[in-house]
């Protein structure tokens, strides 16, 4: 079983920064690909980019490559989101998830889910 806690969200202006976390427990964390999907009000949840276990292979979605860095510290249970240059079409709740199954941007590939943060880009 693994827990999943987003945080860092909050609001920004449009071209700045922010660094979301997404903190697990669960003794086999080191072993799941992580993705990060967002949802904004009244439209599904889109998938963003994920990582595989290892830390080197990874991929986004295109409309926030070059923008989006996602990261892992597996000695923290830690994935990052490092957001840059974003824009208020970002604004959104950000989730994190879990799965087994690297290589998918499907919601429905991820076993575990997060609560969600908040992101908010003003114009």
């Known amino acids: 079983q693994v827990q999943l806690v987003e945080s860092g969200g909050g609001l920004v202006q449009a071209g700045g920064s922010l660094r979301l976390s997404c903190a697990a427990s669960?003794?086999?964390?080191?072993?799941?690909?992580v993705g990060w999907f967002r949802q904004a009000p009244g439209k599904v949840r889109e998938f963003v980019g994920c990582?595989?276990?290892?830390?080197?292979?990874?991929f986004y979605t295109d409309s926030v490559k070059g923008r989006f860095t996602i990261s892992r510290d597996n000695a923290e249970n830690t994935v990052y989101l490092q957001m840059n240059n974003l824009k208020p079409e970002d604004t959104a709740v950000y989730y994190c998830?879990?799965?087994?199954?690297?290589?998918?941007?499907?919601?429905?590939?991820?076993?575990?889910w997060g609560q969600g943060t908040q992101v908010t880009v003003s114009s």
């Open positions: 998830a879990g799965t087994a199954y690297y290589g998918y941007s499907s919601t429905s590939a991820y076993q575990y």
């Open positions: 669960g003794r086999t964390f080191s072993t799941y690909a």
């Open positions: 990582i595989h276990w290892n830390g080197n292979n990874k």
